[in-house]
């Protein structure tokens, strides 16, 4: 039976596959990402129990994503350095993971501390089955629901996705491109037509005055934010 669920950020592909394979093998589930900004949408979106993240991972590096999952969680973070990073980890340690281990490394060291972290980490309280919840607006990903002052908002799968992707990086800037492809795979050409009328549409279902939007912000010439809780 598979206890926890482990999501490994790092851009050394090999080293990831090594790394997941050890845990699967162990008996753990894994989560995979390459770039920073994808492992915070797996952090954001599936829950895992613990994080493994490179201090170099691009491209808004290892620091940066500890800094945004520890806004929302408080699952176990283990930074992964090179020998000449000992400052950037202590920064990632002020930032609020909690171990670090220096490559190369060994197996059941690595095993030995995830272990460890898991043990001192006590059962969540909280439904890990919400994506966003300020206290207005929520998004439920488990009952694949929105609900905006208790009253639920009737989305299109499409609206649905859009504002999953948005919720899941809430506070950073995405680009049109990043988000078009990660809703619903579109590439680049066609994403500035594509995505203008659905923000349109999402505005109008949840902001009060979708003129002046609350949740979804426009930064011109880039993309969108959508606001932290």
Request: charged share 20%; glycine share 6%.
């Amino acid at each position: 039976m598979i206890s926890h669920t482990i999501l490994v950020v790092d851009d050394d592909i090999p080293l990831t596959k090594t790394i997941a394979a050890t845990l699967q093998q162990a008996g753990y589930r894994v989560l995979s990402a390459h770039t920073a900004e994808d492992g915070l949408v797996l952090a954001s979106v599936s829950k895992p129990d613990l994080a493994i993240l490179d201090v170099m991972v691009p491209s808004m590096g290892g620091l940066e994503l500890c800094r945004c999952i520890r806004a929302s969680s408080n699952m176990p973070i283990i930074f992964l350095s090179a020998l000449g990073e000992v400052e950037q980890v202590v920064g990632g340690l002020e930032l609020g993971a909690d171990d670090y281990m220096v490559k190369p490394f060994k197996s059941p060291e690595l095993l030995a501390r995830i272990k460890a972290q898991l043990r001192r980490t006590p059962a969540s309280t909280t439904p890990n089955h919400l994506v966003f919840n300020d206290g207005a607006l929520e998004i439920d990903m488990q009952a694949h629901q929105v609900t905006l002052r208790g009253q639920v908002v009737d989305l299109t799968p499409r609206e649905y996705d859009l504002l999953l992707v948005l919720a899941s990086n809430a506070g950073r800037v995405i680009t049109t491109n990043e988000l078009s492809q990660k809703a619903w795979g579109i590439s680049q050409s066609e994403a500035g037509d594509n995505i203008k009328p659905y923000i349109h549409y999402l505005r109008k279902k949840i902001e009060d005055d979708p003129a002046s939007p609350t949740w979804i912000v426009t930064v011109r010439g880039v993309g969108y934010r959508f606001a932290e809780p």
